[in-house]
């Protein structure tokens, strides 16, 4: 057994778990803790013989009979006891542990600590490998702090789990500051560390300062491995960095790190993101050199960016020919390329592959189902998701509240809010209990149609449910009244939100910033602008968009070109985008500022933004006054950019030629609207 550290008090700032009290339990007949105590003798002699391997065989046989509290107590009253109660305890809580017992092991724990003891280094990793893999993350950080202020030793196995657990409840900082204090008590960092921080960084889209992990772990000459690579490759794709994702697969290549199957998916999912589907199957030919075969996972990854790119044929084509070569597709595989099939509102071929899916035995499940009742939905064949629904049960599927749900959505999104009422009756019928998301789509529904005494209504009903509404119910309620100029009531919902202990999230304080400006009160958006920094949530461009358009609207444009480009420098890692230009090109051609227009039309460009009709509109509408030889050349530009003049556009041109008296500029414009079919008013009106 390993060496037992020193008895310690136990610390203030962690209280340990309610132990079960052995003398309030019910009382054992006198046999059964005569034969405990005999088995427990036995199980003392064999610690003390050192088989160590047989006593916790006997220890297994005893836990499910006894309680923690008892076998403890029950050892502790053996006389005369030896000094081997430690070794007992560890062998106790080792035996909790590795039986996926978590809770009785920290128990265990606590007893050991509660007599002002320690157990060995070995048992305490043990404990927090087990609650590691129970995800008591929380658990597990509280028992190694106790630890650590008590000044008990710690290995790197201590440390790397506690850092786990910090990574695994997002709080990055707290992973590298147990990973400093590593470091200052002389404990080398192995790869365990550096993978689960590398991982952590890339969760987070922070792939460069993953890279530099690697690159420490390089220099102090502990090879990154495969976790390490594939970590970076993921963060690289997911950011949409696919270049920098294939320099990690050649540094793989170069440091001898040999790729897997998760390797070639990553790669694969990264160009299908990105709708480079001609180099897939460049990434497949090297899967297969390595000896890999394209598993489900890999087809599912396939579909989903045929789907992305429209290419639905090649999706079923693949299908095909995978079903030829006698791989299986399980369910979540045939649901993707459905989901496709859906989302592209080829419900024929969806039809066509559901029967196939039949022929091949897949099992229909009702996540395939419920894709087809949503593609109907979408595609307005309510008739045809009505029997959808009335199958399922005839496919040996259950309806589940996703069914009922996609239903009730459908209605909502059409305004027909008697009919969607009517499927929450049926849904209620089939013993189904509307769940948040249920009332969550009503009330949006409601709000759609300015039925507000109905939206709170609904907001009663989930109380009386039992149900409590979250950010998504409150953010339906909000935007509702926003959208329709009733802020005073948005704000209420906010305040009951918060007294609920709800926090708003960004896109509830956009609301109500865009109710704010709509109604041309730019204090009052900025009143909320403040007050979700001040509550520590990070403004978006969205955020600086809506303000910066309510700043242009009221014609304070210098003041909104100013915001967008301070934005950089509040560190929020934000940059303009087309939105941000396009409001502060409107704002300055209201204003009649020619040539600041120019100016944010070229900064535009140079960012590496690509115009919009958008753009244009206002920058014709304030060229075409004094600057005709200007507006040809944007005309021409539009052309090249394949932006279609439509019919705002040719007014406007229009409009312009006849002020300056250009009238053959302006007939010439109207015959060529006509030619391309646009509707325009005529020349006299």
């Not at 209620?428 to 948040?436: D, E, H």
């Amino acid at each position: 057994m390993a060496t037992h550290l020193r008895p310690l008090l136990p610390s203030k700032s962690f209280s340990f778990p309610l132990l079960k009290s052995f003398c309030t339990s019910s009382t054992p007949d006198t046999t059964t803790q005569t034969h405990l105590l005999e088995e427990l003798r036995n199980i003392r002699i064999l610690i003390q013989q050192k088989r160590t391997e047989t006593a916790n065989k006997r220890l297994k046989l005893l836990i499910p009979h006894h309680s923690v509290s008892e076998l403890f107590a029950s050892f502790s009253q053996l006389s005369p006891l030896p000094d081997i109660k430690p070794d007992f305890s560890d062998a106790l809580l080792t035996v909790y542990a590795k039986a996926k017992l978590p809770n009785e092991a920290a128990e265990m724990y606590s007893l050991v600590r509660r007599d002002g003891a320690f157990t060995s280094l070995s048992a305490f990793n043990v404990l927090l490998q087990s609650l590691v893999d129970s995800n008591q993350f929380d658990r597990t950080l509280g028992i190694f702090a106790e630890a650590m202020d008590c000044g008990v030793w710690m290995d790197k196995f201590s440390y790397g789990k506690a850092i786990q657990s910090a990574v695994k409840l997002g709080d990055l900082e707290k992973g590298f500051e147990l990973m400093d204090v590593m470091k200052k008590r002389g404990i080398r960092a192995n790869g365990f560390v550096y993978n689960v921080l590398i991982g952590g960084l890339c969760r987070e889209r922070r792939v460069r300062d993953a890279e530099n992990l690697v690159d420490e772990m390089s220099q102090l000459n502990i090879s990154p491995n495969r976790v390490a690579y594939n970590s970076l490759i993921e963060g690289y794709c997911k950011v949409g960095d696919i270049e920098k994702a294939f320099d990690m697969r050649e540094r793989m290549k170069c440091d001898n790190v040999e790729p897997n199957l998760t390797t070639f998916n990553t790669l694969l999912g990264g160009l299908c993101r990105v709708g480079r589907m001609g180099e897939a199957e460049t990434i497949l030919d090297d899967m297969r050199a390595h000896g890999f075969v394209p598993n489900g996972f890999t087809y599912s990854i396939l579909f989903d960016g045929h789907s992305r790119s429209g290419d639905l044929g090649a999706s079923m084509a693949l299908y095909e020919a995978a079903v030829e070569k006698g791989l299986k597709m399980n369910e979540y595989t045939c649901s993707i390329l459905m989901n496709g099939l859906c989302e592209g509102g080829r419900m024929e071929r969806a039809e066509e592959f559901l029967s196939k899916l039949k022929e091949h035995g897949t099992v229909i499940t009702v996540v395939i189902l419920n894709t087809m009742i949503k593609g109907y939905c979408k595609v307005g064949n309510v008739d045809k998701a009505v029997l959808a629904v009335d199958g399922l049960e005839r496919e040996g599927a259950t309806p589940s509240c996703v069914t009922y749900d996609t239903m009730i959505n459908h209605f909502c999104e059409l305004g027909r809010m008697e009919e969607a009422h009517e499927w929450v009756g049926r849904m209620k019928a089939k013993g189904l209990s509307p769940v948040v998301q249920t009332f969550n789509i009503l009330i949006d529904g409601y709000g759609r149609v300015c039925q507000f005494e109905k939206c709170l209504q609904i907001l009663d009903e989930m109380e009386t449910d039992g149900l409590k509404p979250n950010v998504v119910t409150y953010g339906s309620l909000i935007n509702s009244f926003c959208k329709n100029g009733r802020i005073l009531e948005a704000e209420v919902m906010l305040k009951d939100m918060l007294k609920r202990g709800i926090l708003p999230n960004v896109q509830i304080y956009n609301m109500l910033i865009s109710g704010h400006c709509m109604g041309g009160n730019i204090e009052n958006a900025y009143k909320f602008f403040h007050e979700m920094s001040r509550n520590g949530v990070s403004p978006t461009i969205v955020t600086y968009n809506v303000l910066i358009n309510g700043l242009c609207k009221i014609g304070k444009a210098p003041e909104a070109e100013e915001l967008a480009f301070t934005i950089a420098n509040n560190g929020l890692s934000l940059i303009p985008d087309v939105i941000t230009f396009n409001s502060l090109i409107s704002g300055f051609s209201d204003t009649g500022n020619a040539d600041k227009c120019l100016e944010l039309f070229e900064r535009m460009k140079e960012s590496g933004l690509k115009p919009t009709l958008r753009t244009y509109y206002p920058l014709i509408s304030v060229l075409k006054k004094e600057r005709l030889d200007l507006v040809e050349k944007i005309v021409a530009e539009m052309s090249q950019l394949e932006l279609a003049p439509d019919q705002m556009t040719y007014n406007n041109l229009i409009g312009g030629g006849l002020q300056n008296g250009n009238g053959r500029m302006g007939f010439a414009l109207y015959i060529t609207a006509k030619i391309y079919r646009i509707g325009l008013v005529t020349i006299g009106q």
